[in-house]
């Protein structure tokens, strides 16, 4: 089995990661940079909303922020990064469940799709989340995180 070679980005995470530790705000802006897409993608597909998803990946911004001395260095940062989003999601689907059921939180996604020529199309977006629908929070995550 072949292994990858790490991009120019994840080895000079390392030197981020302990610059932030030390306070240096243009490094902890820089890994928030690298991992932002990363935290909405998880955050979307765990069924946070549109209207949602910028506060609880502030959320998940100040977690990492207040988590990065206990980050263990020579584990992927991508990985973390990857956990805490999904935490902060389901965290926030447990809020208020009742709410957000009432509010069908699918109807931003299907919008997204739609307008989003380079994921397929509105059919199979349909399908997919009509059967992750059927999945319950913890498969749903387990199927998404994949």
Do not use: C
């Amino acid at each position: 089995m072949a292994t990858r070679a790490p991009s120019d980005d994840e080895t000079q995470e390392p030197s981020l990661i302990e610059a932030a530790r030390g306070g240096n705000a243009r490094a902890f802006e820089e890994l928030l940079r690298r991992h932002e897409a990363r935290v909405f993608r998880v955050l979307r597909l765990l069924g946070v909303p549109a209207s949602d998803r910028e506060d609880v990946a502030q959320n998940v911004f100040l977690r990492i922020f207040r988590g990065l001395d206990g980050f263990r260095t020579g584990r992927p940062f991508s990985s973390w990064v990857y956990k805490i989003s999904a935490n902060a999601a389901l965290d926030w689907r447990g809020q208020s469940d009742r709410q957000r059921r009432e509010e069908a939180p699918w109807n931003d996604t299907l919008e997204e799709t739609a307008h989003a020529p380079e994921t397929g199309s509105l059919d199979l977006a349909r399908r997919l989340e009509a059967a992750l629908d059927t999945l319950s929070e913890r498969e749903r995550a387990v199927f998404v995180l994949i």
